[in-house]
C-alpha cells in the first residue's frame, strides 16, 4: 500500500478575511499563497509558517523594503548596534562606535570581502540592517553548518519603536524574496541565533526556518556561545 501523500495547508489573512488551500505539488508555500490571494496589490508574507497550517497575510500598511547599506547610513548603524536590545545579541564585528562600525562595515559596503550589507525600511524608514554571506566563504561556520552552499543571514531592527509588533518575520522575508534573486541556485538559508534569544528564534520558526543542531561559536572576545542552527528550506517555501 502507498503512504498516505501529506497535505500542507496554507491560508491568507487579507482584511481580516481568511482565505485557504491547499499546497499543490511542486508548488511552494509561498506559490501556494500567492495563487489562493490572486492579488494584485500586495504580495503574502508570513504571518506563521511554524504551526500545521502555514499562515500567511496580505498587510496593505506596512510596506518593507530591503536596499543596499552605503556609508551615508553607517551613523544609523552605529546607532543600532549601540542601542541596549541589539547589542545584547550583536556581539561580534568590533566595537560599536563610529570607527569600529566603519571598520567593520566600510569594506563590506564596497564589495571588499564576500559579506554583503543591508538595510531594512519600514514605509521608507530606514530601521535595521542586515547582513549575509555564503557559508562556504566563513570556513569557521562552514565546518559546523549542514551546507556550504547556503546563504547566511543575520539581522536586526535597531530602532527599538519597530520592535516586538510582528514585524520581525516580515523583515526576514523581504530579505529572503531578493536573496532568492540574488542567490537563484542556494537551496537554503542559514542563521544561528544563541540559544537564549528567544525573540530571533520564533521569528526565524514564523518564516519559515526549522531548527537543526545546536554547536557551540566562538566570539570576537574569545568567549563561546551557544547557537542554534536554523535552516530554511527555499524550494519548501518560497522557490
Ligand atoms: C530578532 C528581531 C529581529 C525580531 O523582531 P521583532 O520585531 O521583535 O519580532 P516579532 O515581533 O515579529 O516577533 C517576536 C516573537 O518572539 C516572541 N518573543 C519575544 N521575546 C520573547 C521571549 N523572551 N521569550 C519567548 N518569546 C519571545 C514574541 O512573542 C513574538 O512571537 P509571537 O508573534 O508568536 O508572539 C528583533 O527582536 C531584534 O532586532 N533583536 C535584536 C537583534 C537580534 O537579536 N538579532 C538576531 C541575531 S541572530
Known amino acids: 500500500m502507498e503512504p498516505a501523500a501529506v ?13 485557504s488551500g491547499v499546497v499543490r505539488s511542486s508548488e511552494s508555500w509561498f506559490g501556494a499563497a500567492t495563487r489562493i490571494c490572486a492579488s494584485l496589490h500586495a504580495t503574502p508574507t508570513p504571518l506563521d509558517l511554524s504551526g500545521e497550517v502555514k499562515r500567511f497575510v496580505l498587510d496593505h500598511d506596512v510596506v518593507v523594503a530591503v536596499r543596499a547599506m552605503t556609508h551615508g547610513d553607517l551613523p544609523d548603524v552605529t546607532r543600532w548596534r549601540q542601542s541596549e536590545h541589539v547589542a545584547r545579541w550583536w556581539t561580534g564585528a568590533g566595537e560599536p562606535t563610529a570607527e569600529g562600525v566603519a571598520a567593520a562595515y566600510g569594506p563590506c559596503i564596497d564589495g571588499l570581502t564576500p559579506t554583503r550589507m543591508w538595510v531594512v525600511e519600514i514605509n521608507g524608514r530606514s530601521v535595521g540592517f542586515l547582513q549575509d554571506y555564503r557559508i562556504g566563504d566563513h570556513p569557521e561556520f562552514a565546518l559546523l553548518g549542514p551546507d556550504p552552499e547556503a ?28 536573496a532568492h534573486h540574488r542567490f537563484p541556485d542556494a537551496t537554503s538559508f542559514f542563521a544561528a541565533p544563541d540559544h537564549r534569544n528567544a525573540a530571533s528564534l520564533r521569528v526565524l520558526a514564523k518564516a519559515g526556518f526549522h531548527q537543526g543542531v545546536w554547536f557551540d561559536a566562538p566570539q570576537p572576545d574569545g568567549s563561546v556561545a551557544t547557537v542554534v542552527g536554523c535552516t530554511l528550506d527555499v524550494p519548501t517555501v518560497l522557490a
Do not use: K, N
Open 7 to 19: 497535505v500542507t495547508h496554507v491560508s491568507v489573512l487579507d482584511r481580516g478575511r481568511e482565505l
Open 151 to 178: 546563504i547566511g543571514v543575520d539581522y536586526a531592527i535597531g530602532d527599538q519603536a519597530w520592535v516586538g509588533r510582528g514585524l520581525g518575520a516580515h523583515v526576514l522575508w523581504a530579505w529572503m524574496l531578493r
